[in-house]
């Protein structure tokens, strides 16, 4: 199923699990330049800043006596080592198969740049920082071109 989209066309991510990478409000950042206006010199790459939301539908329940406590962080890939660093983290909300996470990833996107990102979400079961203290409920790989690509800027995966 697909979650309401305001006339926006705000992406959203839903979970399996599918999830999916609702984008917009793109704000050109720097000058946006055509194949010959590229200056390697200047070093004034041209990218534009996407807001990336995310919802989950019919997670796994891990939790025995009620419903999980779902959060998603983002990790993005360097470009020379390929090292997933973490890019940030969305709320937890509480008891939930099928979180609208509310916090938003802002990031830029370099059209002629690769840019990976994963989505990792867990079921949160303690105050505790520490992910591996938390249930893993699964991942979504993808790039942000797809995201920024995709029909209505939203991406609808499956959670692995």
């Known amino acids: 199923e697909y979650m309401g989209l305001s ?3 705000w992406p959203h991510m839903f979970g399996p699990e599918k999830l999916l990478g609702q984008l917009p409000k793109l704000e050109r950042y720097g000058n946006m330049a055509s194949v010959g206006d590229f200056n390697p010199v200047s070093a ?8 990336i939301s995310v919802s989950c539908r019919n997670l796994l329940d891990r939790d025995t006596f009620s ?3 779902p959060i998603c962080v983002l990790y993005t890939q360097g470009m020379g080592n390929k090292e997933w660093r973490e890019f940030g983290r969305t709320e937890v909300i509480d008891n939930t198969l099928n979180p609208d996470f ?4 802002i990031m830029d996107y370099f059209f002629e740049e690769r840019q990976n990102l994963r989505f990792d979400l ?3 079961d303690s105050k505790s920082p520490n992910l591996s ?3 893993f409920l699964g991942q979504v790989f993808c790039t942000l071109g797809e995201i920024v690509g995709s029909q ?3 991406l609808e995966k499956p959670v692995m």
């Not at 004034?44 to 807001?51: C, L, M, S």
């Not at 509310?102 to 990833?105: C, G, L, M, S, Y």
């Open 122 to 124: 867990y079921d949160v």
């Open 133 to 135: 203290k938390h249930d």
């Open 44 to 51: 004034n790459v041209p990218a534009t800043r996407v807001e």
């Open 67 to 69: 419903k999980s406590d």
């Open 7 to 9: 006339p926006r066309l």
């Open 102 to 105: 509310v916090r938003k990833f």
């Open 152 to 154: 209505g800027s939203r």
